[in-house]
Protein backbone atom coordinates (compact mmCIF):
# COMPACT_ATOMS: atom_id res chain seq x y z
CA UNK A 1 0.00 0.00 0.00
CA UNK A 2 2.90 2.30 0.88
CA UNK A 3 4.28 1.58 -2.76
CA UNK A 4 1.04 2.03 -4.09
CA UNK A 5 0.72 5.58 -2.67
CA UNK A 6 4.48 6.48 -3.49
CA UNK A 7 3.39 6.01 -6.81
CA UNK A 8 0.99 7.97 -7.18
CA UNK A 9 2.26 10.79 -5.81
CA UNK A 10 5.27 10.53 -7.48
CA UNK A 11 2.79 10.52 -10.70
CA UNK A 12 0.78 13.47 -9.66
CA UNK A 13 -2.34 11.25 -8.98
CA UNK A 14 -2.58 11.70 -5.73
CA UNK A 15 -3.01 14.84 -3.60
CA UNK A 16 -2.75 15.57 -0.03
CA UNK A 17 -5.78 17.53 1.10
CA UNK A 18 -4.57 21.36 1.26
CA UNK A 19 -4.16 23.56 4.80
CA UNK A 20 -6.84 24.58 5.78
CA UNK A 21 -6.75 28.63 4.43
CA UNK A 22 -7.52 31.10 7.41
CA UNK A 23 -10.40 33.89 6.75
CA UNK A 24 -9.00 37.24 6.39
CA UNK A 25 -10.92 40.61 6.81
CA UNK A 26 -13.55 38.79 9.05
CA UNK A 27 -14.97 40.74 11.87
CA UNK A 28 -16.51 38.93 14.32
CA UNK A 29 -17.21 39.74 18.19
CA UNK A 30 -14.68 39.34 21.17
CA UNK A 31 -16.38 40.17 23.94
CA UNK A 32 -20.30 40.14 25.23
CA UNK A 33 -22.36 43.24 24.18
CA UNK A 34 -22.81 45.69 26.67
CA UNK A 35 -19.40 44.56 28.48
CA UNK A 36 -18.75 48.31 28.04
CA UNK A 37 -20.54 51.50 27.76
CA UNK A 38 -21.06 53.80 25.12
CA UNK A 39 -17.97 55.60 25.66
CA UNK A 40 -15.44 52.04 24.60
CA UNK A 41 -12.49 53.57 22.94
CA UNK A 42 -8.60 53.14 22.97
CA UNK A 43 -8.10 50.39 22.24
CA UNK A 44 -4.09 48.73 23.07
CA UNK A 45 -2.19 45.81 23.50
CA UNK A 46 0.18 44.59 25.99
CA UNK A 47 3.71 42.83 24.89
CA UNK A 48 1.72 39.41 26.53
CA UNK A 49 -1.49 39.81 24.05
CA UNK A 50 -3.53 41.59 26.59
CA UNK A 51 -6.18 44.16 24.77
CA UNK A 52 -6.79 47.06 27.03
CA UNK A 53 -10.13 49.41 25.97
CA UNK A 54 -11.82 52.25 28.09
CA UNK A 55 -15.15 52.61 30.27
CA UNK A 56 -15.59 49.05 31.27
CA UNK A 57 -19.02 48.28 32.69
CA UNK A 58 -19.05 52.10 33.91
CA UNK A 59 -17.35 55.51 32.87
CA UNK A 60 -13.64 56.49 34.00
CA UNK A 61 -12.42 52.66 34.04
CA UNK A 62 -10.00 50.79 31.81
CA UNK A 63 -10.76 47.23 31.17
CA UNK A 64 -8.23 44.29 30.26
CA UNK A 65 -9.37 41.69 27.92
CA UNK A 66 -7.63 38.33 27.66
CA UNK A 67 -7.59 36.85 23.46
CA UNK A 68 -9.98 34.77 24.52
CA UNK A 69 -12.02 37.87 25.33
CA UNK A 70 -12.57 37.18 28.88
CA UNK A 71 -12.71 41.12 30.70
CA UNK A 72 -12.27 42.30 33.55
CA UNK A 73 -11.77 45.82 35.33
CA UNK A 74 -7.95 46.80 35.36
CA UNK A 75 -7.45 50.82 36.59
CA UNK A 76 -9.36 53.49 37.51
CA UNK A 77 -9.17 57.26 36.84
CA UNK A 78 -8.97 59.78 39.40
CA UNK A 79 -11.25 62.18 40.04
CA UNK A 80 -14.10 63.20 37.40
CA UNK A 81 -11.77 62.13 35.00
CA UNK A 82 -12.50 59.75 31.81
CA UNK A 83 -10.02 57.88 29.61
CA UNK A 84 -10.35 57.85 25.38
CA UNK A 85 -7.07 57.00 23.28
CA UNK A 86 -4.49 54.58 24.61
CA UNK A 87 -1.23 53.65 23.88
CA UNK A 88 1.72 51.53 25.34
CA UNK A 89 5.05 52.25 24.92
CA UNK A 90 8.28 49.88 24.03
CA UNK A 91 8.72 49.82 28.04
CA UNK A 92 5.76 48.80 28.36
CA UNK A 93 3.88 51.86 30.39
CA UNK A 94 0.54 52.45 28.95
CA UNK A 95 -0.50 56.43 28.29
CA UNK A 96 -3.93 57.55 28.76
CA UNK A 97 -5.46 60.47 27.19
CA UNK A 98 -8.39 62.00 29.43
CA UNK A 99 -10.73 64.30 28.01
CA UNK A 100 -12.85 65.48 30.70
CA UNK A 101 -9.48 66.65 33.00
CA UNK A 102 -7.29 67.72 29.75
CA UNK A 103 -4.23 65.42 31.21
CA UNK A 104 -2.31 62.00 29.83
CA UNK A 105 -2.07 59.77 32.79
CA UNK A 106 0.75 57.24 32.07
CA UNK A 107 0.12 53.75 33.85
CA UNK A 108 3.95 52.21 34.48
CA UNK A 109 4.62 48.60 33.83
CA UNK A 110 3.61 45.81 36.51
CA UNK A 111 1.11 48.50 38.03
CA UNK A 112 -2.42 49.86 37.63
CA UNK A 113 -2.44 52.95 39.15
CA UNK A 114 -2.83 56.35 36.85
CA UNK A 115 0.16 59.20 37.60
CA UNK A 116 -0.46 62.61 35.92
CA UNK A 117 1.82 62.76 33.08
CA UNK A 118 1.03 66.05 31.44
CA UNK A 119 -1.69 68.86 31.35
CA UNK A 120 -2.22 71.28 29.52
CA UNK A 121 -5.67 73.78 30.59
CA UNK A 122 -5.66 75.03 26.81
CA UNK A 123 -6.71 71.46 25.17
CA UNK A 124 -10.31 71.05 24.87
CA UNK A 125 -10.28 67.67 25.40
CA UNK A 126 -6.78 65.31 24.01
CA UNK A 127 -9.15 62.71 22.35
CA UNK A 128 -6.33 60.00 20.44
CA UNK A 129 -2.82 59.81 20.93
CA UNK A 130 0.23 58.54 18.72
CA UNK A 131 3.65 57.71 19.74
CA UNK A 132 6.58 57.65 18.24
CA UNK A 133 9.60 55.01 18.28
CA UNK A 134 11.58 57.52 20.78
CA UNK A 135 8.33 57.58 23.40
CA UNK A 136 7.21 61.16 22.04
CA UNK A 137 3.38 61.70 22.18
CA UNK A 138 1.38 63.54 19.72
CA UNK A 139 -2.57 63.95 21.01
CA UNK A 140 -5.78 65.24 19.13
CA UNK A 141 -7.94 67.81 20.20
CA UNK A 142 -11.27 68.08 18.58
CA UNK A 143 -13.44 70.82 19.33
CA UNK A 144 -16.59 69.19 18.19
CA UNK A 145 -19.02 72.42 19.24
CA UNK A 146 -17.24 74.55 16.71
CA UNK A 147 -15.88 71.73 14.37
CA UNK A 148 -12.35 72.80 14.87
CA UNK A 149 -9.53 70.73 15.85
CA UNK A 150 -5.76 71.01 17.01
CA UNK A 151 -2.87 68.42 17.52
CA UNK A 152 -0.52 68.33 20.77
CA UNK A 153 3.45 67.35 20.98
CA UNK A 154 3.87 65.98 24.15
CA UNK A 155 7.85 65.42 24.94
CA UNK A 156 9.22 63.13 27.34
CA UNK A 157 9.19 64.89 30.00
CA UNK A 158 5.33 65.73 30.36
CA UNK A 159 6.14 69.17 28.54
CA UNK A 160 3.06 69.94 26.19
CA UNK A 161 3.60 72.18 23.16
CA UNK A 162 0.91 73.11 20.09
CA UNK A 163 2.13 71.11 16.94
CA UNK A 164 -0.57 72.25 14.61
CA UNK A 165 -3.74 74.62 15.01
CA UNK A 166 -6.25 75.57 12.33
CA UNK A 167 -7.50 71.94 11.86
CA UNK A 168 -11.29 70.38 11.16
CA UNK A 169 -12.43 67.92 14.11
CA UNK A 170 -9.03 66.12 14.81
CA UNK A 171 -9.28 62.89 15.89
CA UNK A 172 -7.85 59.57 14.48
CA UNK A 173 -4.16 60.24 15.28
CA UNK A 174 -0.96 57.82 13.60
CA UNK A 175 3.00 58.21 13.38
CA UNK A 176 4.15 56.31 10.28
CA UNK A 177 6.74 53.24 10.24
CA UNK A 178 9.97 55.72 9.17
CA UNK A 179 8.47 58.12 11.96
CA UNK A 180 8.71 60.98 9.55
CA UNK A 181 4.90 61.35 9.06
CA UNK A 182 1.81 61.99 11.25
CA UNK A 183 -1.36 61.14 9.77
CA UNK A 184 -4.12 62.77 11.58
CA UNK A 185 -7.86 62.62 10.35
CA UNK A 186 -10.81 65.33 11.07
CA UNK A 187 -13.70 63.54 11.38
CA UNK A 188 -16.96 65.92 10.17
CA UNK A 189 -14.83 66.85 7.20
CA UNK A 190 -14.11 63.38 6.52
CA UNK A 191 -9.99 64.37 5.39
CA UNK A 192 -6.64 62.60 6.28
CA UNK A 193 -3.80 65.16 6.64
CA UNK A 194 -0.36 64.17 6.41
CA UNK A 195 2.61 66.33 8.29
CA UNK A 196 6.30 66.16 7.99
CA UNK A 197 7.83 65.30 11.16
CA UNK A 198 10.99 67.06 11.91
CA UNK A 199 14.24 66.21 13.59
CA UNK A 200 12.79 68.02 16.63
CA UNK A 201 9.07 66.78 16.62
CA UNK A 202 7.43 69.81 15.06
CA UNK A 203 4.89 69.20 12.64
CA UNK A 204 5.71 71.10 8.40
CA UNK A 205 4.33 70.37 4.70
CA UNK A 206 0.82 69.21 5.44
CA UNK A 207 -0.51 67.70 2.58
CA UNK A 208 -3.99 65.84 2.03
CA UNK A 209 -3.71 61.82 1.81
CA UNK A 210 -7.53 61.16 1.35
CA UNK A 211 -10.65 62.39 1.55
CA UNK A 212 -13.96 60.28 2.19
CA UNK A 213 -16.75 61.40 0.45
CA UNK A 214 -19.76 59.92 2.94
CA UNK A 215 -19.78 59.28 6.91
CA UNK A 216 -17.05 59.95 9.51
CA UNK A 217 -13.81 58.43 10.49
CA UNK A 218 -12.27 57.89 14.08
CA UNK A 219 -9.08 55.91 15.08
CA UNK A 220 -6.41 54.55 13.06
CA UNK A 221 -3.13 52.74 13.16
CA UNK A 222 -0.47 51.56 10.78
CA UNK A 223 1.12 47.95 10.37
CA UNK A 224 4.64 47.30 9.54
CA UNK A 225 4.36 48.25 6.17
CA UNK A 226 2.84 51.92 6.18
CA UNK A 227 -0.73 50.63 5.23
CA UNK A 228 -3.05 53.12 7.32
CA UNK A 229 -6.15 50.78 9.07
CA UNK A 230 -9.18 53.81 9.36
CA UNK A 231 -12.08 53.27 11.56
CA UNK A 232 -15.33 54.45 9.73
CA UNK A 233 -17.28 55.91 12.38
CA UNK A 234 -21.24 55.62 11.05
CA UNK A 235 -20.64 53.25 8.18
CA UNK A 236 -19.41 50.13 10.03
CA UNK A 237 -16.51 49.40 8.18
CA UNK A 238 -12.20 49.67 8.79
CA UNK A 239 -10.97 50.59 5.57
CA UNK A 240 -7.10 50.11 4.66
CA UNK A 241 -4.79 52.61 2.66
CA UNK A 242 -1.83 52.25 1.31
CA UNK A 243 0.87 55.18 2.00
CA UNK A 244 -0.16 57.31 -0.85
CA UNK A 245 -3.50 57.15 0.40
CA UNK A 246 -4.81 54.49 -2.26
CA UNK A 247 -7.74 52.59 -0.60
CA UNK A 248 -6.89 49.20 -0.82
CA UNK A 249 -9.95 46.99 1.28
CA UNK A 250 -13.18 47.94 3.26
CA UNK A 251 -13.88 45.37 5.97
CA UNK A 252 -17.50 45.13 7.28
CA UNK A 253 -18.07 45.37 10.89
CA UNK A 254 -21.09 43.96 12.64
CA UNK A 255 -21.39 47.22 14.10
CA UNK A 256 -22.11 50.98 12.81
CA UNK A 257 -20.20 52.39 14.89
CA UNK A 258 -16.29 51.20 15.33
CA UNK A 259 -14.24 54.10 17.30
CA UNK A 260 -10.95 52.78 17.57
CA UNK A 261 -8.53 49.77 16.56
CA UNK A 262 -5.45 48.66 16.94
CA UNK A 263 -3.22 45.63 16.30
CA UNK A 264 -2.79 42.10 18.69
CA UNK A 265 -2.71 38.50 18.63
CA UNK A 266 -0.11 35.77 18.62
CA UNK A 267 1.79 37.16 15.45
CA UNK A 268 0.39 40.77 15.51
CA UNK A 269 -2.13 39.73 12.50
CA UNK A 270 -5.09 40.14 14.62
CA UNK A 271 -6.99 44.10 14.32
CA UNK A 272 -9.46 44.87 17.76
CA UNK A 273 -12.09 47.09 17.15
CA UNK A 274 -14.01 48.86 19.80
CA UNK A 275 -17.45 49.43 18.17
CA UNK A 276 -19.99 51.80 20.06
CA UNK A 277 -23.17 50.68 18.76
CA UNK A 278 -23.09 46.88 20.36
CA UNK A 279 -20.49 48.61 23.23
CA UNK A 280 -17.95 45.63 22.90
CA UNK A 281 -14.78 44.38 21.19
CA UNK A 282 -14.40 42.86 18.09
CA UNK A 283 -11.53 41.43 15.95
CA UNK A 284 -10.65 40.30 12.59
CA UNK A 285 -7.33 38.36 11.06
CA UNK A 286 -5.30 40.53 8.76
CA UNK A 287 -2.66 39.85 6.64
CA UNK A 288 0.53 41.63 8.22
CA UNK A 289 1.45 42.53 10.85
CA UNK A 290 1.09 45.83 13.36
CA UNK A 291 3.64 48.68 13.65
CA UNK A 292 3.14 49.26 17.65
CA UNK A 293 3.06 45.51 18.35
CA UNK A 294 6.25 44.55 16.02
CA UNK A 295 7.87 47.34 18.37
CA UNK A 296 6.80 45.94 21.91
CA UNK A 297 7.47 42.38 20.73
CA UNK A 298 11.04 42.68 19.63
CA UNK A 299 11.70 45.09 23.07
CA UNK A 300 11.44 42.06 24.95
Not at 146 to 157: K, P, Q, S
Not at 185 to 207: M, Y
Not at 209 to 230: A, I, K, P, S
Amino acid sequence: MRLMIAFLLSAGLCRTAPAMAEDLFVATPLTAERSFTAGIEGPAVDAAGNIYAVNFGRQQTIGIVSPQGVAREFAVLPGASVPNGLRFDRQGALYVADYVGHNVFRIAPGTATPRLYAHEAKMVQPNDLAITMDGVLYASDPDWAHNTGRVWRIDRDGKVTLAADGMGTANGIEVSPDGRTLYVNESVQRNIWAFAIGADGALSDKRLLHRFEDFGMDGMRVDVDGNLYVSRFGKGTVVKLAPDGKLLKEIRLPGERPSNLCFGGPDGRTVYVTEVEHQQLLQFRVDRPGLEWQRIQRRQ
